[in-house]
């Protein structure tokens, strides 16, 4: 089946710094990508949607400079969260679809703590 | 717009017992709804979806919903829950299929399996 490998698992820096979080479709090709985050008791809220070759679209409040999506390859997409700040702390996820009418196959999920 | 409500963010059965795990829905169109399992250390995985056929949908691991557009509900049931059915539940709405990028996910429900 479909795997999506998400890195690190878990990272934890400190405020001010940049941290970057990697997205791979392992086994397929994703044209698109789909990036998530999860506050404390609180929904996976879709961040922003990632497209080979071109740029993110961001949904709305989701400041574009502050998370950062490139998607340089069919397999490969980066959220590099910038400046990070304790409010940044959360669970963001990543997913892919194979296909147009696929359903999503999502990564294991990175836990952000900004100290 | 789409979204769901998962009452109760963490449920506890006995092993052998019902699982009965609820999910109501808000959609001002035709809804399709899924239900994702995430073990721990790992991706969410589709459980089952609904996209308009059958209302009683059958999915892995002898997991299954009915919708029922009356109650707007999605409830996740499975007769006899097993240790390995520990794990976080999520319930999601979509506008359609070819939508299912565009995923509403509920808060989470965290299944506790007492032996």
């Known amino acids: 089946g479909a795997v999506v490998s998400q890195h690190p698992s878990r990272v934890i820096c400190k405020s001010g710094t940049s941290v970057k979080i990697e997205c791979r479709s392992l086994d397929f090709q994703a044209t698109t990508m789909f990036w998530y985050r999860q506050f404390p008791k609180q929904s996976l809220m879709l961040m922003a949607t990632?497209?080979?070759?071109?740029?993110?679209?961001?949904e709305q409040g989701v400041e574009k400079d502050k998370f950062l999506i490139n998607h340089a390859s069919l397999t490969l997409s980066t959220l590099t969260v910038t400046s990070a700040h304790p409010e940044d702390s959360s669970f963001y996820i990543c997913?892919?679809?194979?296909?147009?009418?696929?359903?999503?196959?999502f990564g294991n999920g990175t836990r952000l703590t900004v100290t | 717009a789409q979204s769901v409500t998962q009452l109760g963010s963490h449920v506890s059965v006995s092993e052998g017992a019902l699982v009965l795990l609820r999910c109501n829905y808000s959609s001002s169109v035709p809804p399709y709804l899924f239900w994702y399992v995430q073990y721990p250390n790992q991706g969410l995985q589709l459980l089952l979806k609904?996209?308009?056929?059958?209302?009683l949908v059958k999915g892995i691991n002898g997991f299954e919903a009915e919708f029922k557009k009356s109650e707007t509900s999605f409830h996740l049931t499975k007769p006899s829950a097993h240790m390995s059915d520990a794990a976080e539940y999520f319930c999601a709405v979509s506008a359609g299929w070819t939508g299912a990028n565009n995923l509403f996910f509920g808060t989470g429900t965290r299944l506790t399996v007492i032996p």
């Open positions: 609904y996209t308009s056929a059958a209302t």
């Open positions: 997913s892919a679809k194979t296909g147009v009418d696929s359903p999503l196959h």
């Open positions: 990632s497209n080979e070759g071109s740029k993110a679209t961001y």
